[in-house]
């Protein structure tokens, strides 16, 4: 899917590509900054990792995403990570993240099932519960479980993904 990524300190937009990731080695290393260890995790054959690159440099990852089709009809963001070039006010690319959220919500209606057609489940980390509901519109159900409804995922899909997408159960 082609997506718009914005440098951080010009706003120029830049084509970019998320994808799903094939391979073990298209993943990075723990040792390379990142925060998990993404190569471990694809050991999961129940997950589905997907990509966002540059269309100019394909092989520079900006961001992965891993999600799990539960009980075969919710999709399960299970961990969402931006490059460590895109942390905070020094990154390179400021909408990664919610590139890669509206993309999780995308997913959520190609494969949700039923009444969980549309709805984004995932976990976050204590601290981030309110970022959560303040940049993405998040519900929190209790504890650290949470999850973005229909009607949130078709705005976050329509603003960063620029596609039109309905909640229509057809």
Request: proline share 1%.
């Amino acid at each position: 899917m082609n997506v718009k990524l914005l440098e951080r300190n010009t706003n120029r937009s830049e084509n970019a590509i998320i994808e799903k990731v094939e391979y073990i080695d298209e993943l990075p290393l723990k040792k390379d900054a990142w925060n998990f260890n993404w190569r471990e995790l694809f050991r999961n054959e129940e997950a589905f990792f997907y990509k966002i690159t540059v269309e100019e440099s394909s092989s520079k990852l900006e961001g992965i995403l891993m999600l799990s089709l539960l009980y075969n009809e919710m999709i399960y963001m299970n961990n969402i990570e931006i490059a460590p070039h895109n942390y905070g006010k020094a990154g390179i690319y400021k909408n990664v993240a919610a590139c890669l959220m509206a993309y999780a919500c995308y997913q959520s209606f190609q494969h949700g099932k039923g009444n969980y057609r549309g709805f984004l489940s995932f976990d976050s980390k204590t601290e981030l519960l309110d970022f959560y509901q303040n940049k993405y519109g998040a519900t929190r159900v209790s504890g650290q479980k949470m999850f973005i409804n229909s009607e949130v995922g078709i705005e976050l899909i329509k603003t960063h993904l620029q596609i039109e997408i309905s909640d229509n159960n057809e």
